[in-house]
């Protein structure tokens, strides 16, 4: 008969001789680690310290979902990587590190983007899924997919100096739905890059994260199932609110509704994939290059920014007006050109300004386009010493 | 008028808001309901009411509101009883990672 201790040859003794140590871990649980599977989506802020510490805790297969490419601005927080991985695949530095964390782990690298498409054939291969990613479409993707497979979620996220952790889809305990049924509307909650995040938050809750991850494994403590945390760096404060779980959910209530993963970037107001969703919705556009022929021609129409002013202070078009997206319906009166007159707006990435074309169009701006591509299209294809952020 | 003795709460307000509260990590509103207490916040702090009051003035459907530790939306809503000393948080829905 088998024992426990034939499963972890000598070095892994000796490696997790720590947790050996404490009754509540011990062999059997050290084990019970590393028979597990944890999907980690995301390895970026929150899957770095996940990441590092499941592996070093010895986790059995840990799989990781990113397609990103490390940029710069990733290294202030991200600290699965560093400064010669600028410019390569998340995946391939985030292996190269575990692997000299723990080589006992068994990596597995999802290098797409997790989609309906996929979500179904990647997640039920795992014991647990630990979401790290940065989108609300993708957060509830990764929600639906774990309640439709009967895979617990941990979840975490944050934006500033706060951040929230739970475990959402456990036996019995609420869902992401129950807690968020419904999404805000795109670009009303701004993103790690237009917000801003200290750098040590996604430290401390990703290994939130991962210590959650771990107690769910061992059967150890009180997880945090029907229980949101939420951490504010600045105060140094930890708060636990009640999430119940919604009989009424369209997921994981008492009479489901939805059964398979459905458009979660229409689920969220986003344009879907696809070259011409703005001439679809009805948005009205310019190119960058377009643009660029007008400014060069001396028949530039008049120009407004809808980001915030610290985003002009990162990257300038040199607009004729700023005024903030979520401001604007307020202060419609203060453009300083005519509902008949032409105007083109613009914002990061374009869909801030799409929005913002609706408002002016609604108002009676006949003459209103959205700088496709905002900002960052600008920068990328007219003028390189543009910022991008 | 007689004097109405309204209870006074703490709110919690998330940091992305703290902006409109004079950078209050939490600040004192009146109310006997969930509803009253927000309606006072948003009297003392008007630049706070676009971000929880859509234009027909109810409740962002993704800012949870908390009374002490339960969610009002499994309470009695608006409401929501607050006697004094309670606390209300709101809680932004947020996604970054």
Known sequence: MTTAADTLAPEELRRYQRHLTLPQVGIEGQTKLRNASVLLVGAGGLGSPAALYLAAAGIGRIGLVDFDVVDES??????????????????????????????HVELELHEVPLSSDNALDIIPRYDLVADGTDTFPTRYLVNDACVLSGITNVYASIFQFEGQVSVFGAPGGPCYRCLYPTPPPPGLVPSCAEGGVLGVLPGIVGTLQATEVIKLILGIGEPLVGRLLLFDALATSFR??????????????????????????????????????????????????????????????????????????????????LIPVEELERRMGELRTAPGDEIVIHCRSGSRSARAVQMLQAAGYTRAYNLKGGILAWSEEIDPSVGRY | M????????????????????????????????????????VSRYPSLKPHLYDEQERLRSFVNVYVNDDDIRYLQNGDTRVSAGDSLSIVPSIAGG
């Open chain 1, 74 to 103: 990733n290294l202030h927080r991200q600290i699965l990587y560093g400064t010669k991985d600028v410019g390569k695949p998340k995946l391939a530095s985030a292996a190269a590190r575990i692997e000299d964390v723990n080589p």
């Open chain 2, 2 to 41: 007689p004097t109405e003795t309204r209870e006074q709460a703490t709110v919690f307000i998330p940091t992305p808001l703290r902006s409109f509260t004079e950078n209050r990590p939490s600040v004192t509103a009146a109310g006997s309901t969930a509803a009253e207490v927000l309606n006072d916040l």
């Open chain 1, 240 to 321: 636990t609110l009640t999430v119940r779980r919604n009989p009424d959910c369209p997921v994981c209530g008492d009479r489901p509704t939805i059964d398979a993963l459905i458009d979660y970037q229409e689920f969220c107001g986003l344009p879907t994939n696809g070259a011409s969703e703005r001439q679809e919705s009805g948005v009205p556009e310019i190119t960058v290059a377009e643009y660029k022929r007008r400014l060069d021609a001396g028949t530039r129409p008049f120009l407004l920014d809808v980001r915030k002013p610290f985003e002009d202070a990162i990257a300038t078009m040199g607009a004729d007006q």
